[in-house]
């Protein structure tokens, strides 16, 4: 059964800094990866979806990377600002497509 | 841009009651997908469809029942409400489930409380 597992499950910055979150999954054979962001009381947003054939995507800011055969994913935020804090949410599809799996989720705080 | 639209936002139901989750898309959106967020567990999908006309169950689907009324909209239905139940249902959309490059779109939840 795939298991997402999100490492830390909390981390506070100063703003401007550099930081990675982190993404691990059991089973190889997946369809793609997506980041989301959720913040308190909202929904999710998609950040970048990484299809399996596909190394990283980048947007803005962000940038996440995809070592299938490792099972993990790495989502690096560029220059932090008070507004990323949010949590940040791992997941991926299953094989046959059918389902996002997904991590607990890393909550950032980044402080001015 | 409405998105995925769900309703209603917030609900208190006692043991036993029943009531239906409606979620709306205006994407053009093939596949819907009921979600359910509890502390500690993360989000775990309840029931998918993969287009009008087809349900099919997730990880978690006892105690639901779901419909596909066309293809925009799609609901969650909860017969016999228990207090395990109380959680944060999502509703999410795609343009065509197994397509790799297609990302989920997700509505801004139902917080549903069981007493």
Not at chain 1, 48 to 69: M, P, V, Y
Not at chain 2, 1 to 17: D, E, S, Y
Request: proline share 4%; glycine share 8%.
């Amino acid at each position: 059964k795939q298991e997402v597992t999100q490492i830390p499950a909390a981390l506070s910055v100063p703003e401007g800094e550099n930081l990675v979150l982190n993404c691990s999954f059991t089973d190889s054979a997946i369809y793609n990866l997506q980041w989301f962001r959720q913040d308190p009381g909202k929904g999710l947003t998609s950040l970048l979806l990484i299809q399996s054939s596909q190394r990283e995507q980048t947007s803005g800011r962000l940038n996440a990377s995809l070592d299938k055969s490792s099972g993990r994913s790495t989502l690096y935020i560029a220059a932090s600002q008070p507004g990323d804090s949010a949590t940040y949410l791992c997941a991926v599809t299953n094989q046959a497509g059918t389902a996002l799996i997904f991590g607990k989720g890393t909550t950032l705080s980044v402080s001015s | 841009n409405a998105g995925v639209t769900q309703t209603p936002k917030f609900q208190v139901l006692k043991t036993g009651q029943s009531m239906t989750l409606q979620c709306a898309q205006d994407m053009n959106h093939n596949s819907m997908y009921w979600y359910r967020q509890d502390p500690g567990m993360g989000l775990r999908l309840i029931y998918y469809s993969a287009s009008e006309g087809t349900t099919d169950k997730g990880e978690v689907p006892n105690g639901y029942n779901v419909s596909r009324l066309n293809k925009r909209e799609f609901s969650l239905r909860l017969e016999s409400a228990a207090p395990s139940q109380t959680s944060v249902y999502f509703c999410a959309s795609s343009e065509r489930l197994g397509y790799s490059n297609q990302p989920q779109h997700f509505g801004d939840g139902t917080r549903l409380s069981i007493l």
